[in-house]
Nanobody, 116 residues
């Protein structure tokens, strides 16, 4: 499974960005897809995940500002980020999981910088 993320960039505080992540390859029985983020010297943390059945889980810090969605026909997951704050600055990694084989997949990361 290959995960190709896009949509990062520089945005001012209060602005919006939309991240996309397309899965390709052997995507049979991919269940959860979503996003994690990481800043230097800190552990990677969950941002938002979405199961194929529609269950979501958001980090408390992004609830009400970020929305995760998924197009199963296109094997693509999106993260709409609104009201961005400087503390949202991080490298955002796309994530997918295949429970059948207990395998996690990661994309290459896309940098989001929130700064004036």
């Amino acid at each position: 499974v290959q995960l190709q993320a896009s949509g990062g960039g520089l945005v001012q505080p209060g602005g919006s960005l939309r991240l996309s992540c397309a899965a390709s390859g052997s995507i049979f029985r991919i269940d959860t897809m979503g996003w994690y983020r990481q800043v230097p010297k800190k552990q990677r943390e969950l941002v938002a995940i979405l199961t194929i059945g529609g269950r979501t889980n958001y980090a408390d810090s992004v609830k009400g500002r970020f929305t995760i969605s998924r197009d199963n026909a296109k094997n693509t997951v999106y993260l709409q980020m609104n009201s961005l704050k400087p503390e949202d600055t991080a490298v955002y990694y796309c994530y997918a999981n295949r429970p059948l084989t207990s395998t996690d997949y990661w994309g290459q990361g896309t940098l989001v910088t929130v700064s004036s």
